[in-house]
């Protein structure tokens, strides 16, 4: 029934399309093209399987010649949709085809709409994916005047779709073995190169080189988008036989590459040369499992490889050959993702891989910036010859020239502005390297940590001091971001980089360099962190206490530093640094707790949760006194100071701006009823904030945390009655006996029953029911009921809702509860802002009547605590339940009602507001006046 009503509103849709001057709204249009693009959607799909949807777009084109333009694009889009079926291709085309080429045939007309152009090229993408779409391109020449968009101004993204476009016809083609239309199609591609006589011509002015380049690079950019189309040249094919054999374009390529001096154009001319060669050597040997090559299948690649980078040399230009090693690896990356195949077997040593290859050139600069202003003697550091040696082990003679020659050419350029782009360049090889690529980038940036390192391997300072001009320090920024990445994402593992041992020790060096960068710092702290988290082993915890003085007992120094920086980015990282600190010494390093006690970290953190402008930093803040509060000797040190803390966290929940403080102080209150000793008056006016927190607060993360809180309330009630791991052991000791008790079934009910008896007095029965009601958003409602129905299954299992009566004055249904619900208005939001204009007037005339500039550092720091030794009124909540709910209505709420299906109604209900069929309601009304209706009403 539904279905036949969304065809109804389609034809309406037609109809007011095929009015005159009608105008659609470019929104809706767009939500429409996106909901009948959902194949997933049973309505999209139904209507996809009608012949409906083909005959209006036919009988609607008949209409087009007059209409306005986005009535035109809809179409278009729609048609592109509706061609990816053959069947609806076929009828459309057969009465509109004529209509359709003319439009093709203009779309490099001037005065076409860029959003008509964009629309037709939506059509070719899906034209071509099946065969009758692909003769009918071939029948009317279509793509060629597609081909020609790329010689117009358009826009970027129409030239890429014209590429790919081109890309998927040839390999449509290839599937076919129409090996005559892809001759024709590579004829009329390659014309603009060939007609050039490259070989005569022995230099280019600047400006017959640019004409020369906006010609070609239409042609270059389809053959590489053609040969790079993932998992294509990998086994022979006609297109690459026709492309390399017959047409022999790699002479071409090399001819042109020669003659043309722009790097940006001679870059792509090698990248479509390096797949082409790699083309030629599946076409005789296609890649399939268990197949290995000989040095002689790589060897023209190989070669090319070298004389590209000496030719670069000779150009003097180190950024072209990054650039191309970058690309060569990212090449290989693609080719051989999640395989190890050795791709060059070598008789005398163990294989060399051509997917390294490239990568080693590509690191030299690193390794020119190790000793980069050095003596000659650096040369034989053993620890950088060790790794040299390696590199060059895996590498063949080929690679090991390359290397030499970029070496010297780094060296006799600008050293640092080489490097800097090295290093720049190797951030986006960061999703291009497998796990030992990986390892061995790794090892070079630490030689480049070392050598930064103010210190040397004994701890004494260095004697040779250098310069740090901003461009090295950009350098050494750009390297710790790579580290930070490679740790993070990557596996390195001491077994293959036992730099990795030492990466803290070099890190927490380097931080004490003056005018470092803020960004420099915050990564080394990140890495810093990661280095404590994974990579220090338990049993070093053992060998902390015997050597004071060393890097690692400098850690709770470093951080209070840090955490006083100026900068928020530094303080929030440092922050987080704590917390990792705070999290393992519980357990994992317990030495790490005479450090947060000797610097008093934790107390620092707790002055920032309460005081710093950056919410972030208040948030990482807060999570380090959560952590803290595990562990008692650092908790007792930070109560010591701050004795009122509960108050203060509080205070945050209930007053602070921020979303994200607040539930973080909501978690923290959790921690700490988990695991420190309240006092029974404060325990109670928490369960007050934690129920208006969880039922008023428009943060639906704060309502999440508090409900967690809840839940860690039941818990507590279930462990002190007895319970373990979920279930009640056979005997127990009874703290009211002080006897050991028998757990039988009755034993069990009178201490579940007596549990919920005092979760209703505390409010939590009360923030169950509340939220399970209707008007409860979906999110919130099923957080609450997967915390409500993990207690009443408990209850189910031994027979309690059963046993449960409602007694005299019981609340019995949730609409009464709501009733007894009432807003507190706190009187403190009365008086804040009188207390802090008087403040504020008082520190303003202090500081016109100081005779003594130095006195201003006093005033500050009065300023500064009197928000602390004001006295607030109590803090109340924002509401004041009168009658709390009873576990009577708690259980046979959740009993006799069905939240499953309500939450799921609510999905489908909320699922439906962004309907196909809605999203027809909205473009068919919305022109429509209702004088009665009210203008802001949305429905």
Sequence with gaps: MECV??????????????????????????????????????????LKRVPLISDLITEALDHTDNAHNTVKVFLMRVLAIASQKELHFAKMFAKQGDRIRKGFQEICAPNMNPSIRVAYMEAALNIVTHNSGVSWLLETGVWRDIISLCNEKSTVFLVRQVYKFMAEFLWKLNSLGD???????????????????????QSLTSEEEEEICIVIEPTIQILLHTASMERRIENASVLMHILIKEFKINSYLLIACERIRKDDMTLNILKLVVWLTLAKVFLTKPMAPGVLYSSEDFLE????????????????????????????????????????????????????????????????PVLVFVTYGKPQSALTDARIHDYIERLLNMSCEYTAKAAYALRDLTSELDTLSVVLQCVKKLIHLKDHLNDEQANLVFQALFHVLQEYNPTDMYGDPKTEHFEDGEQKNLVMTYVMDNVLSLVTHRNINWHESVEIMCLYNVVINNLERPNLSCKFV???????????????????????????????????????MKMHDR??????????????????????????????????????????????????????????????SRINVVWDQLIAEYPDIQDRLLYILRHNEEGIVRKEACNVLCDLYQNTKLTPAFTQTLYEHM??????????????????????????????????????????????????????????????????????????????????????????????????????????????????????????TVDQLLTHIKEEKDQTDDNVDMIDAQSSENVIEEILNADDVNLLASIYERHMTLQSTKTEPPLRPKIRVVKFASPYLFTTYIKNTDFKQIIEDKRVWNDGIRSL???????????????????LDCY
């Design 5 to 46: 009503k969304i065809q109804n509103k389609i034809k309406l849709l037609f109809e007011k399309l095929t009015e005159p001057n009608y105008v659609l709204d470019s929104y809706y249009a767009d939500g429409l093209i996106t909901k009948l693009s959902n194949c997933s959607d049973p309505e999209v799909s139904f």
């Design 179 to 201: 090996a005559n239309n892809i001759r024709t199609i590579i004829s009329h591609l390659i014309q603009p190169i060939s007609k050039y006589d490259f070989i005569n011509v």
């Design 301 to 364: 690649i190989a070669a090319f490889n070298f004389n590209v980078i000496q030719n670069f040399v000779q150009r003097r230009s180190a950024t072209a050959i990054l650039d191309f090693c970058s690309t060569c690896n990212i090449i290989w990356n693609g080719m051989y993702k999640d395989k190890e195949s050795e791709m060059w077997l070598q008789e005398d040593k163990k294989g060399v891989k051509m997917r390294n290859q490239m990568l080693f050139v590509f690191l030299v």
């Design 522 to 560: 915050v990564v080394s702290l990140k890495v810093i962190g990661l280095t404590v988290k994974k990579f220090l082993q338990p049993n070093l915890s053992l060998l902390m206490d015997s050597k004071p003085g060393g890097s690692i007992h400098d850690l709770g120094k470093l951080i209070y």
């Design 567 to 628: 900068h928020w980015e530094i303080r929030d990282t440092a922050l987080e640094l704590l917390q990792i600190c705070t999290e393992i010494a519980y357990i994992k390093f317990p030495p790490f707790q005479k450090q947060l006690l000797e610097n008093n970290v934790i107390n620092v953190a707790a002055t920032i949760a309460f005081n710093d402008y950056e919410s972030y930093v208040q948030v990482s803040a807060l999570k380090c006194v959560g952590a803290a």
């Design 691 to 812: 129920v208006s927190s969880a039922l008023t607060d428009f943060h639906w993360e704060v309502q999440i945390s508090a409900l967690k809180f809840w839940r860690a309330v039941y818990h507590s009630l279930l462990t002190g009655q007895g319970m373990l791991d979920g279930n009640f052991p056979p005997v127990t000791f009874s703290r009211e006996t002080r006897k050991i008790v028998t757990l039988n079934e009755a034993e069990i009910q009178r201490r579940l029953i007596k549990i919920l008896e005092e979760l209703s007095a505390i409010g939590c029965l009360t923030v169950f029911v509340t939220l399970l009601h209707d008007q409860t958003e979906v999110g919130i409602m099923e957080a609450t009921l997967n915390i409500a129905q993990e207690l009443y299954d408990i209850l189910k299992r031994h027979n309690v809702p059963d046993n449960i009566t409602p007694k005299e004055g019981d609340i019995t």
């Design 917 to 935: 069929s809605s999203l027809l309601d909205d473009v068919l009304c919305l022109y429509e006046v209702n004088e009665d209706a009210n203008a």
